[in-house]
């Protein structure tokens, strides 16, 4: 009998049932997990495959798309000889595909090799996992471009989803090479970031999930962006020319996926220890999650969405409501906005100016734009200000305003005079707009 020992980590309970509500969630599901070549290579591979195995064992449907670059440079160099690229497209030629070809079956070996393992005292232990591997993907040849002749470098034409699907509900996880055969009886080398997006695709599946060799989509200051639209992959890749070849061809799948309707696509650092447990069983996850359903956040204005706020800002100008900021003032004070953002557009904001001595802060040029009113926004977007504002030891919040006296009522706002203003404020009273002073403490 195995002997049982008390070292069982203090958090141990609360760590697993806080991932309960992930594992009800994506049971039953079909994700399309994409990683290159590299990952195979690295010494870690039996771990990723180890999560692997325990994502299939919580009943998630698994298709695995892998690359092979690595291995084919490795057996081209053994042959003296190099891929070649050309307008970042590679040439297969008779020996590449060669290459390809072992490359590709020796992935695949490796792969089932780390699936099929059941030690006892294993992460793998009882595991007994089936792996599909097949013909599943139809491909033509991209042909000769601009004059040259790509070869046996394809594209993908058809997915078979039948035979894939048939697999997964008989258990297995399917395997998909960055191969496809032709209706000709030929074999095209293709991209697995294309292949894993098609058949992500043709499944209809809920995730496609790739690792990579990034640590996900970074902005210019090598900042994680958590979360994208694909309008906002588009300004990426419009503006950013120095990304990484196989961070663009991910992020190029990852639009045609997204817009094709895979709800999820997530980016991730195959180097990562537990990168996939991560990103799917934590409410933030790692990575970048690029989705096709607009999202919306709440952040700081930076100074390139001053052309956003003015759009917001300037019909409420003209009616009177708001007093009128130019172009100029608003990039100086660029810094005191906060703004709701949806799928790259500014649908509300708001200002909050300090008056440290005082303790008191106005809030000021409150909008939601005119089709997102009704839906909590305002409130939503106020209670950030509040916190805000009680986070720089701010005390007592005051708004001047003509047209919105009720809704700050509402909200907890009193009705004060100008004398409970900062000193500074009151110097600068329109008295000809006449606005009401409402105070709420924080
Ligand atoms: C005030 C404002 C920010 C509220 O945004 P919102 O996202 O619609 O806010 P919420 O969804 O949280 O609240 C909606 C409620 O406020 C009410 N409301 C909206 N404007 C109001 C006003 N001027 N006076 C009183 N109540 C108002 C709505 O009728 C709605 O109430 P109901 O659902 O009970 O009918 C938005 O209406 C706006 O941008 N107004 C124009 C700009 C403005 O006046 N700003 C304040 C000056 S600084």
Redesign the pocket.
Known sequence: MSKRTNRIPDNFVDWFRGSSPYIHAHRNRTFVIAFGGEAVADTEFANLVHDIALLHGIGIRLVLVHGARPQIEEKLNTRGVEMQYINGLRVTDDTALTCVKEAAGTVRVEVEALLSMGLANSPMAGASIRVASGNFVTARPIGVRDGIDYCHTGEVRRVDAVGIEQRLASGAIALVPPLGYSPTGEVFNLSAADVAASVAIALGADKLINLIEAKGVTDSRNRLIPNMVPKAVDTLLARRKQLPEDLVQNLNAALTACRSGVKRVHLIDRKLDGALLKELFTRDGIGTLITAEPYEETRTARIDDVGGLLELIEP?EEEG??VRRSRELLETEIDCFTLMERDGMVI?CAALYPYSKESMAEL?????HPD?????????LLEHMEKSAKAQGIEKLF?L?T?????FR?HGFVQGDLKDLPMRKRELYNYRRNSKVFIKPL
Do not use: F
């Open positions: 409420l409501m708001l509300a000021a040029c409150v909008v939601v997102y009113r009704g839906g909590d926004r305002g409130e939503r708004i305003t047209q919105t006296a009720h809704w509402e």
